[in-house]
């Protein structure tokens, strides 16, 4: 008889597993759905009774308000969320490793070995295994060997690779309405009746032709196809952007006639201080490792200059402040607006912010932060991490964290807008102005200003994609 899915466990209750799951239990009211995680805190956030989630995601607290205690349950106790599904969805961390083979280039698969292997510890009757994470080529194929190697009781596993393609910010959406679903398998008889019991539970709510079944490598692979090819066109028009600076050209009018393209296309050609986020850098890195493990070293070359290039977009816009400063910032207030990697989320991975921040602080900087998301102690602890050298006090002398972006600009010498929040676009800027020291210097890295109107109250303002005469 075809599989039944009525019983989903998820480990990893992170920015993945959460949403993600949260809404196949809201769009599946007949499935149990149990997240499980190791991290006590995360878990308690999650079941909060004001509903204070771990992750902030417009549209995902009204979610977890609908299904939560319904169909949808959150706990520390893996092994009985293990036990009682009939599908697991392994969706843990998979940092970038940070020693050891392919230190800094491969994933770091130690989470997802440990997932994997308390599953077949525990399991007293089949499984299918969903593979959520993103994770280099074959990490289905390792999984798959982990599993049958400590087997009990004649237990099955069928392992499918489903990889999200949700971006932050807008995940609810995202989740709600998905351009596709994507489920490899082998394709084999069991394999397939898996991916079929799957596909099932998504054909609630998505049409039938957006869920694509394919092969376990194939699946795999595009995730990191698709990341990479998306980080391809933002370093690409970055790439541009220091063309235009130079020459007069303007990004914004470049990019949206290089989009109008039909074969090209509008979106994604946003030039920026250089993109962030916790998978763009990590699976370009990782299709990097695996070019070169698979002996295609021109290939690396290629993906290796994507992540290259958005380094030097980081790198050109903080000296572009400096340069622009009278060459020094020693001791000189910078306001830095925005600390996320994008605006509507409160993740900070990979975030450009972090690297201005680093080189400001370097240049003996005083820097004043405003985020409207990201927790204070959040920010502390990513600086501290990106400046390893400096004692924690140093870095607490040269930085100061703001409550509003008006607080953040006031007797500043700079405004350097690193994160697009909305609420940047209604800066009263008359205010800012009276009150910083002069001349007043904006610097847009997100092409959020009307640079004309700010140049008439008087700032002298730079944009990423335009020369100083704008
Ligand atoms: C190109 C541009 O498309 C056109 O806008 C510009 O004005 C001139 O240059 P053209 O070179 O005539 O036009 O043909 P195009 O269809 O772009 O193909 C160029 C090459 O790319 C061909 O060799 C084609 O076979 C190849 N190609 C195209 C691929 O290999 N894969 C593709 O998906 C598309
Ligand atoms: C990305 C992919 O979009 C998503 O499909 C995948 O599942 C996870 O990785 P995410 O990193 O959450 O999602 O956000 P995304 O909107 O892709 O933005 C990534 C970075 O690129 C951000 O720093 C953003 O500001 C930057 N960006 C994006 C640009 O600089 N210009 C653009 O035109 C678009
Ligand atoms: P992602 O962005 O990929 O969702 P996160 O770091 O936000 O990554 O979430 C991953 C979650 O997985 C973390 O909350 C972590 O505690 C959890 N986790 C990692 N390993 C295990 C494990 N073996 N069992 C249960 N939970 C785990």
Redesign the pocket.
Known sequence: APIKVTKICC????????PTCAVIALRCPHITVTI????QD?VDAWNSEDFKLP?YEPGLEDVVRQARGRNLFFSTD?DKGIKEADLIFV????PTKKTGVGAGFGADLH?VE??TR?IAAVADSSKIVVEK??VPCRTAESMRTILEANSKNHCRFDILSNPEFLAEGTAISDLFKPDRVLIGSLQTEEGLEACRALADVYANWVPQERILTVGLWSSELSKLAANAMLAQRISSINALSAICEATGANIDEVAHAVGCDSRVGPKFLKASVGFGG?CFQKDILNLVYLSESLHLPEVAAYWRQVVEMNEYQKRRFSKRVVDTLFNTITGKRIAVLGFAFKADTGDTRESASITLIRDFVAERANVHVYDPKVEEEQIWMDLTEAMPQLPAETIKKQVTLCSSALEACKDAEAVVIATEWKEFTLIDWETVYANMKKPAFVFDGRLLVDAKKLKEIGFKVTVIGRGNGL
């Open positions: 480990i990893g209750a992170g920015y993945v597993g959460g499980v995680d190791l991290n995360r992750i893996v969706s843990v961390n998979t989470y440990l997932a308390r994470s993103t916790s």
